[in-house]
C-alpha cells in the first residue's frame, strides 16, 4: 500500500461544473497538507496549504482535511478550462520538508 | 524577481554514466529541495539543502547526492544511471525550511 494514494483519473468535466479531488494517506503522522497544480511542462504550484484538520477557502477553492479518517479533499466551484491540469495531494510531518506526493489527477474541463 | 531556473532542459545518458543538474534558487531564498518525477507519478523527496547543509534526505541510494553553493544554487549529481532513473527532476526553493516551496519547470532526464 502506497503512503499517498491518489485517484489518477483522467476526470473530464464540462466548464462550470464543481470538481472534487481526493487523497487518501496511511501516515498518522502528517500534519501539514497541500495542493499543487501542475501544467503540462511545468513544475507544480501551490494552491493550497493546510495545517492539522479543518477546511480552507480561497476563492473557488476550499481544501479540507479529515485526520481521523486519513482523507484529504480539493474542490473546485465553478470549474474553468484553465483548470485542466494535473492536481497533486502533498502532506509531510515537518512543515515543508520531506513532502510526500500523491501520482496526481489529470483534470480535463470543457468548454 | 527571477524564480527558480533549472539547466539542463532535457538530457540523455546512457547507462552507467554520471550526470550533473542544476538549480537556480529565487531571490532571497536559502532553501533547495530536489525531487524525482517519474512519468504518472507525483514528485519524490531525493533531499533538502539548508544554507550548505543537508537538510534531510529521502529513500534514494547514495549514488544522488548533492551540494549547495554559497549563493543558495544547488547540483544534483547522479552516478552509475540506471535506466529507472529516467525522470522529471525537479528543484524547489524556499526562504528558510518550513516555508512554502517554489518549483521550477523541471529537467527531464532519459537514461538509455
Known amino acids: 500500500q502506497k503512503e499517498v494514494e491518489q485517484d489518477p483519473g483522467p476526470l473530464s468535466v464540462p466548464e462550470g461544473a464543481i470538481v472534487s479531488l481526493n487523497c487518501t494517506y496511511s501516515?498518522?503522522?502528517?500534519?501539514?497538507f497541500m495542493w499543487y497544480r501542475q501544467y503540462s511542462r511545468k513544475g507544480p504550484e501551490l494552491l493550497m496549504y493546510?495545517?492539522?484538520?479543518g477546511n480552507k477557502e480561497d476563492g473557488r477553492f476550499t481544501a479540507q482535511v479529515d485526520k481521523s479518517s486519513k482523507y484529504i479533499s480539493l474542490f473546485i466551484r465553478d470549474s474553468q478550462p484553465s483548470d485542466s491540469a494535473t492536481y497533486l495531494c502533498a502532506m509531510s510531518v515537518y512543515n515543508n520538508n520531506d513532502m510526500r506526493f500523491g501520482a496526481g489527477t489529470r483534470l480535463t474541463v470543457k468548454p | 524577481e527571477t524564480g527558480v531556473t533549472q539547466s539542463p532542459t532535457h538530457l540523455i545518458k546512457t547507462r552507467g554514466q554520471q550526470v550533473t543538474l542544476r538549480c537556480s534558487s529565487q531571490?532571497?531564498?536559502?532553501?533547495v529541495s530536489w525531487y524525482q518525477q517519474a512519468l504518472g507519478q507525483g514528485p519524490q523527496f531525493i533531499f533538502q539543502?539548508?544554507?550548505?547543509?543537508?537538510?534531510g534526505r529521502g529513500n534514494f541510494p547514495p549514488r544522488f547526492s548533492g551540494l549547495q553553493f554559497p549563493n543558495y544554487s544547488s547540483e544534483l549529481n547522479v552516478n552509475a544511471l540506471e535506466l529507472d532513473d529516467s525522470a522529471l527532476y525537479l528543484c524547489?526553493?524556499?526562504?528558510?525550511?518550513?516555508?512554502?516551496?517554489?518549483f521550477g519547470p523541471g529537467t527531464r532526464l532519459t537514461v538509455l
Open positions: 524547489a526553493s524556499s526562504f528558510a525550511t518550513g516555508n512554502e516551496q517554489f
Open positions: 531571490s532571497g531564498h536559502n532553501t
Open positions: 501516515n498518522s503522522a502528517f500534519q501539514y
Open positions: 493546510t495545517y492539522s484538520s
Open positions: 539543502y539548508y544554507r550548505e547543509e543537508e537538510n
